[in-house]
């Protein structure tokens, strides 16, 4: 047992052949003391080997499951004669500032902190050690800089806390290699600004593509700060416009029926409407099955008919939309960028003319962002551009901020993320200078709630 926790001791082989005398205290407690040998004067660089004392220090080195390891370290302290500085001697198990865990122990710790769905908590009682000083060692080791800027970044904001002081985070993403490149405070345009203005120029004229959510803010900041970078739209984020415009006109003729609730149509409407979200063709028209409201058997496409019968706007409507779906559905073989244009320019046009004022509407915000809706179709290895990289990381940022019950903390928040997220993210074994923690409020005063008087 005795070789065994040493092993784990020490990060490596040699540092055994320092150790002096180990005395096993218990099957998983240790004392040991280092052998003795000549130090150099931190102040004055002259060699000692003159001992001014011991001191008996705890190391926190919990390496088993469910079993705290200490190792009772006497710790030496050197005189120099020609100073009179006395100094501790150097020792290989602990890191630099972190003298009460080994080493080993803080990169356990710190791997152990690297999956989305592990919690401080969760690390603190596999190691023996308290949330807090699990919360330091991190804070400590992982402090992650930004990144260059890649060829093609994503743009978008992601929900952060309601009690922070900005709700909106945003994060910016490299599309090719799928890794966060920074995770910023604030989706406000002056906080944006100023980050953007703080990069190089060269750095920022290296960008070739931004993809952005149909946002003007992000548009005007993309077309300020990536002067050689064609701005795209996110396809998906178009997409969920005219859908969401196609389901304002279902609710629309729904309230017709308001006083009907009972009526086939409203039924419908209510119930079925997923059906005319989806894409047509992904509509299932061979399996069978009953249909409460309609009271037959049948299938999805049946459906799909019955409930744009309804009304005359919902079957125009969901056409339009059906047109848009088609036309961003365009392969890359296929691809050609005139008869995309025109096309683009031909649906504008059926929707102004609909009658419809929710796809009127819809024409307007589909010419304001015409150019970008364009510049999206360009295909990187076979995969068309949009902001997926980041819709795929938000389930597991929301899953992350969840289990720290919501970070309030904005710097450990983001390092948690980046360091989770990006594969290869490595942490220092250096203390990071920068103070993570924020200094505590003093408790003011409270009131209970019933307090009389
Ligand atoms: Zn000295």
């Known amino acids: 047992m005795k070789k065994f926790i040493m092993k784990a001791l020490a990060l490596s082989e040699e540092a055994y052949d320092q150790i002096e005398e180990v005395k096993s205290l218990e099957d998983f407690n240790l004392e040991l003391t280092l052998k003795k040998k000549v130090h150099y004067c931190p102040k004055c660089d002259k060699e000692t080997m003159y001992v001014k004392g011991y001191t008996k220090r705890k190391i926190s080195h919990s390496f088993l499951l469910n079993r705290e390891t200490t ?62 000083k699990v919360v330091d060692v991190f804070d400590s080791y992982v402090q992650i800089p930004r990144k260059k800027l890649s060829r093609i970044i994503c743009l978008d904001e992601f929900y952060f806390n309601s009690h922070s002081k900005y709700k909106y985070a945003f994060m910016i993403m490299d599309f090719e290699k799928k890794i966060i490149l920074d995770i910023l405070e604030s989706r406000h345009t002056q906080f944006l600004n100023s980050y953007f203005y703080s990069i190089p120029r060269e750095e920022r004229n290296n960008v070739d593509y931004v993809i952005i959510d149909m946002y003007k803010n992000y548009c005007d900041l993309a077309s300020i700060f990536f002067k050689e970078a064609s701005v795209c739209v996110d396809p998906f984020h178009v997409v969920k416009k ?17 006083d009907t609730h009972d009526s086939k149509e409203y039924k419908l409407l209510k119930y079925r409407y997923k059906i005319i979200l989806k894409n047509r063709d992904n509509i299932n028209s061979d399996a069978f099955y009953y249909d409460r409201i309609l009271g037959f058997h049948t299938n999805e496409n049946r459906v799909l008919e019955e409930i744009l019968k309804i009304d005359v706007d919902l079957r125009v409507a969901y056409q339009l939309k059906e047109m848009y779906i088609q036309f961003n559905d365009q392969e890359e073989l296929t691809h050609n960028a005139k008869k995309t244009r025109i096309q683009l ?13 929710e796809f009127t509407y819809c024409a307007n915000t589909l010419m304001n962002w015409k150019k970008e809706i364009l510049n999206s179709f360009v295909w990187i290895n076979g995969r068309r551009l949009s902001n997926g990289p980041i819709e795929g990381k938000n389930n597991y940022v929301k899953k992350i901020l969840s289990n ?34 924020k200094p505590g409020k003093n408790r003011g005063k409270y009131k209970k709630k019933n307090q009389k008087g």
């Open 71 to 132: 190792i009772f370290y006497n710790c030496r302290r050197y005189l120099c004669k020609h100073c009179r500085a006395s100094f501790t001697e150097s020792n290989p198990f602990t890191l630099k500032d972190q003298t009460k865990i080994s080493s080993y122990s803080i990169i356990s710790i710190l791997n152990d902190l690297r999956p989305y769905n592990s919690t401080f908590s969760d690390v603190a009682r596999r190691y023996h050690i308290s949330v807090s």
């Open 242 to 258: 005219i859908n969401d415009s196609l389901n304002i006109v279902r609710k629309r003729i729904m309230r017709k029926y308001n």
């Open 345 to 357: 320019e031909s649906i504008i046009e059926a929707m102004e003319t609909s009658d419809i004022k």
């Open 404 to 437: 720290a019950n919501g970070f309030r903390n904005f710097d450990r928040a983001r390092n948690r993320i980046i360091f989770s997220q990006n594969q290869f993210e490595k942490f220092s074994l250096t203390k990071h200078k920068k103070e993570i923690k």
